[in-house]
């Protein structure tokens, strides 16, 4: 069974940086493609980045695109999440997820859906907050 633990989280000034990290364990991780999503105090947790298992397609929301950047190592088993530009609105608690299949790339209504449905693993989530 996959382990996530993020990390890289916490308190920055709008205009700020941080890097989230996300070390995988327990399976393959160069096999799977993984993301990035976020949930705010009273709202969904919403997509934020995906990538595919070979790392050639990359997905973003609006709302990020252009600030973020989304990457993997598979030499050290850890996604990663550049964030620039950090505006209050970034403020949530950010989750690595990991789907259960491998060797499939999947665009961002099929991650929407798996998240609806249940089938991607999450981890443990790492805050981050910006101050305007």
């Known amino acids: 069974q996959v382990q996530l633990v993020e990390s890289g989280g916490g308190l920055v000034q709008a205009g700020g940086s941080l890097r989230l990290s996300c070390a995988n364990s327990g399976r393959t991780f160069s096999s799977y493609a993984m993301g990035w999503f976020r949930q705010a105090p009273g709202k969904e947790r919403e997509f934020v980045a995906v990538?595919?298992?070979?790392?050639?397609?990359?997905y973003y929301a609006d709302s990020v695109k252009g600030r973020f950047t989304i990457s993997r190592d598979n030499t050290k088993n850890t996604g990663y999440l550049q964030m620039n530009s950090l505006k209050p609105e970034d403020t949530a608690v950010y989750f690595c997820a990991a789907p259960r299949s491998p060797y499939i790339d999947y665009d961002v209504r099929s991650w929407n859906n798996m998240r609806d449905l249940g089938s991607v693993d999450w981890g443990q989530g790492t805050q981050v907050t910006v101050s305007s």
């Open positions: 990538i595919s298992w070979r790392g050639g397609r990359l």
